[in-house]
């Protein structure tokens, strides 16, 4: 009589715990292009310089569904039940090449791997080592990138990127946002480089 209570007793509890799961809705999350055109354009040439964005490195911690969050004592939060909506890396990729793409009107942007597309003149190899949030404090990315004349695959310019952007509040929603912003800024000096390269 007691194990048939016992029994029922756990079946209650497992019953209770399996609904709060499915009671916990699972929200998405993605990364969003801000650059916006420059304010002048150059003159367009005859021949479109082809810009490939890629290949790019992130953490291992970094490639997963759940959002990665820092706290204190060097202590990282995964979330459960809020998730990017799309393979992080390739998220991030996209929208470095569509913001670049933005900021270089005068040339075509591929992102990695353009070989569908056929050879660029220029690569922008990155490796980011941060790229997470402190919820209700601020976002946080440190890259290093170079780019590659493609022809001679030769190194002609390269940097450290360490930036920080302030959070509005704790909510993921505003994490993502923070992340694009740094995105963009990002993008904003792989642009600047670019120009750079070609006038040298």
């Known amino acids: ?67 990665v969050t820092r706290a204190e004592n060097n202590s990282v939060q995964i979330a459960e039940f809020d998730q990017w909506a799309a393979p992080l890396k390739d ?37 980011i080592n941060r790229f997470d949030t402190q919820l209700g404090k601020s976002a946080n990315l440190e890259a290093s990138w170079a780019i590659m004349e493609e022809k001679n695959h030769t190194i002609i310019s390269n940097g450290q990127t360490k930036l920080q952007q302030p959070l509005n509040d704790a909510s993921y929603n505003s994490a993502a946002q923070g992340l694009s912003k740094l995105l963009s800024e990002l993008s904003q000096q792989l642009s600047l480089a670019l120009v750079q390269a070609q006038q040298k």
């Open 1 to 67: 009589m007691l194990n048939k209570h016992l029994n029922r007793f756990i079946l209650l509890c497992v019953s209770a715990l399996l609904s709060a799961c499915a009671s916990t809705p699972t929200n998405f999350y993605t990364l969003e292009s801000q650059s916006r055109p420059p304010a002048v354009t150059t003159t367009a040439s005859a021949k479109k310089l082809l810009i490939g964005i890629g290949p790019l490195t992130l953490p291992a911690l970094l490639d997963r569904k759940g959002i």
């Open 91 to 127: 998220t991030v990729i996209a929208v470095l090449s569509k913001n670049v793409a933005t900021l270089q009107p005068n040339a075509i942007v591929r992102a990695y791997p353009w070989s569908v597309y056929g050879n660029v003149d220029y690569r922008v190899i990155i490796d």
